[in-house]
């Protein structure tokens, strides 16, 4: 079947840089791209961006793409995010989910919190 | 930016019918899917591609798009039906999300 499963949880300090991981099992990870999607706390999805697991083609949001890289290790079919400069507004569940780009998403991995404190 | 817009709260009595509304500009033109997620859990694909269903998923949960508009509609509402649910489409190789709505069933 299929999962993503992700890192644990972290604690960054305001400027900090996070990377968080998702493994992926299940099925064959240069078929499908990864979508990161965050959630702050009490609030609704927002998409950070896709890569593919075919090439590495990455696609970012707009008001993320000069702090975030997404990167993959096809030996381990393992997807990274990394955030950088990170404010406290960047607290959030973070969550890496499978999909094809311009298309919908089918499983989500259990999600990392972020907490950004100083 | 292109914006998807969904009702904060919908409320129905157990055995009915909710409806719940994601509207954006041309919206029938793409499609559209829709996930339920449910406090403490990630989220489940419920419809994609406006109207189908993914496997394991009851068939009271069907959608439709058309116009500015598509909808989730749950027939015969169940209390394990009570759940966020957000729509959602792309645009200009963006993913967007409704804000979401809180579906009750009381």
């Known amino acids: 079947q299929v999962q993503l499963v992700q890192s644990g949880a972290e604690v960054k300090k305001p400027g900090a840089s996070v990377k968080v991981s998702c493994k992926a099992s299940?099925?064959?990870?240069?078929?499908?791209?990864i979508s990161w999607v965050r959630q702050a706390p009490g609030q609704g999805l927002e998409w950070m961006g896709w890569?593919?697991?075919?090439?590495?083609?990455?696609k970012y949001a707009q008001k993320l793409q000069d702090r975030v890289t997404m990167t993959t290790d096809t030996s381990t079919s393992t997807v990274y995010m990394e955030l950088r400069s990170l404010r406290s507004d960047d607290t959030a569940l973070y969550y890496c989910?499978?999909?094809?780009?311009?298309?919908?998403?089918?499983?989500w991995g259990q999600g990392t919190l972020v907490t950004v404190s100083s | 930016s292109y914006e998807l817009t969904q009702p904060p709260s919908v409320s129905v009595s157990p055995g009915q019918t909710a409806s719940i509304t994601c509207s954006g500009d041309?919206?029938?033109?793409?499609?559209v899917c829709w996930y339920q997620q449910k406090p403490g859990q990630s989220p489940v694909l419920v419809i994609y591609?406006?109207?189908k269903r993914p496997s394991g998923i009851p068939e009271r949960f069907s959608g439709s798009s058309s116009g500015n508009t598509a909808t989730l509609t749950i027939s015969g509402t169940q209390p394990m039906d009570e759940a966020d649910y957000y729509c959602?489409?792309?645009?200009?190789?963006?993913?967007?999300f409704g804000g979401g709505t809180k579906l009750t069933v009381l």
């Open positions: 989910a499978r999909g094809f780009s311009g298309s919908y998403i089918d499983f």
């Open positions: 959602q489409a792309w645009d200009s190789s963006t993913m967007i």
């Open positions: 890569i593919s697991g075919y090439n590495g083609h990455t």
């Open positions: 591609q406006d109207t």
């Open positions: 041309k919206l029938g033109n793409k499609y």
């Open positions: 299940g099925y064959t990870f240069t078929s499908y791209g």
